[in-house]
C-alpha cells in the first residue's frame, strides 16, 4: 500500500481522480452503497474450481492480503497453490524517520510479509521478492515483464492491483500484468487498494464495470485479521505523532466479509 507520505498526484487515467491525501472517503459512505451491496457475488467453488495456481503481483508488502488475503485462504483451504511477487519491500514508508532506514524497513517489512502470508496457509518459499523500488515501479516495468515471464506457468490466474488505483507503482504493475498476461493468455484480474480512499461510491460503477464480491467464509476473516496483525511496522510506528501508514479508518476498507474483484 505505501505510502500515504504527503500526496500522490492525481491519476491521468481516472480525470476525476484526487491526490490520494487525506482521510478519504468513509468507510459507512461505503457501506451505503446500494452500488457495491448489490454487485454479482462469485461462487468460489465455481471461481476455484480447476485453478492450478494463483500468482499475486503485489507492489508493496500488505497490498496482497489488504485486496485478496481472504481469496488466497480460502485457495488455499481448497489445495490451490499461490505465489506472491513482492515487487517492492516498501522501504520508503517513512521517509522522516531516522530509524526506519531503507535496508531496516525493507528487512523488517519481509519478515512481516512471510509471518503474514503463513497466516494464509502461503509458505515462504512461495515468495519472490524483486526489490524494483519502492516508488520507482514505473522506471522499471520490462524487469517486471521479465520476471513474470520466467514465473508463469500454464494455467496460472494473475492478480494485481487495479489499473486506475491512483498511486504509480499499483499503476505500473497492472501494466505489467496485463502485458504478460496477454502475452502468455492467462487470466487476469484486478483489485483496488487505494481507490477506495478517493473514489466516490457514486462514480465507482463507470470506473469498475463487470466488478463482483468474492464472499469471504468466518475462517478466511479470521485468516485474514491475523495475517493483517503481522504487518506492526505500518501498524504503529512507536514514535509519538508519527501516523501509521494503516490506521484504523484505512483497515476498516479491509476488514468487510468480501473482497472486490475486477475482470
Known amino acids: ?22 482521510e478519504g472517503i468513509a468507510e459507512a459512505r461505503w457501506r451505503a452503497s446500494a452500488w457495491l451491496s ?19 503481483v503485489a507492489p508493496h508488502p500488505d497490498d496482497e492480503v489488504l485486496g485478496v488475503g ?25 521517509p522522516d524517520l531516522p530509524a526506519w532506514t531503507s535496508e531496516h524497513t525493507r528487512a523488517v517489512h519481509r519478515r512481516e510479509l512471510a509471518a503474514a502470508l503463513a497466516c494464509l496457509g502461503v509458505d515462504a518459499d512461495a ?20 520476471a513474470l515471464d520466467r514465473l508463469l506457468e500454464p494455467g496460472d490466474c494473475l492478480l494485481t492491483t487495479w489499473i486506475g488505483d491512483g498511486h504509480p507503482d499499483h499503476e505500473a504493475c497492472a501494466r505489467a500484468a496485463r502485458a504478460i498476461a496477454a502475452r502468455r493468455r492467462v487470466r ?9 480512499h478517493w473514489l466516490e461510491p457514486t462514480t465507482a460503477a463507470q470506473h469498475w464495470p463487470g466488478a463482483c464480491r468474492w464472499p469471504l467464509t468466518a475462517t478466511a476473516r479470521r485468516a485474514k485479521a491475523r495475517a493483517l496483525a503481522c504487518f506492526r511496522s505500518q501498524l504503529d510506528t512507536g514514535v509519538p505523532g508519527q501516523a501509521p501508514i494503516l490506521p484504523s479508518r ?3 476498507r479491509f476488514r468487510r466479509g468480501f473482497e472486490l474483484l475486477l475482470p
Do not use: H, K, S
Not at 1 to 22: F, K, Q, S, Y
Open 70 to 94: 481472504g481469496l488466497l485462504a480460502m485457495a488455499r483451504e481448497a489445495g490451490i497453490a499461490v505465489a506472491v511477487v513482492a515487487v517492492t519491500d516498501g522501504e520508503a514508508c517513512y
Open 188 to 196: 487476469r484480474v484486478e483489485f483496488p487498494i487505494w481507490a477506495w
Open 250 to 252: 484505512v483497515l476498516a
Open 127 to 146: 515468495i519472490t521478492a524483486l526489490d524494483l523500488g519502492d516508488g520507482r515501479v514505473a522506471a522499471a516495468e520490462d524487469r517486471l515483464v521479465a
Open 1 to 22: 500500500m505505501t505510502c500515504e507520505r504527503a500526496a500522490i498526484d492525481a491519476n491521468p487515467l481516472v480525470p476525476d481522480a484526487p491526490r490520494i491525501a487525506g
Open 38 to 56: 448489490g454487485l454479482p457475488v462469485l461462487v468460489p467453488e465455481t471461481w476455484l474450481e480447476g485453478r492450478q495456481r494463483l500468482v499475486v
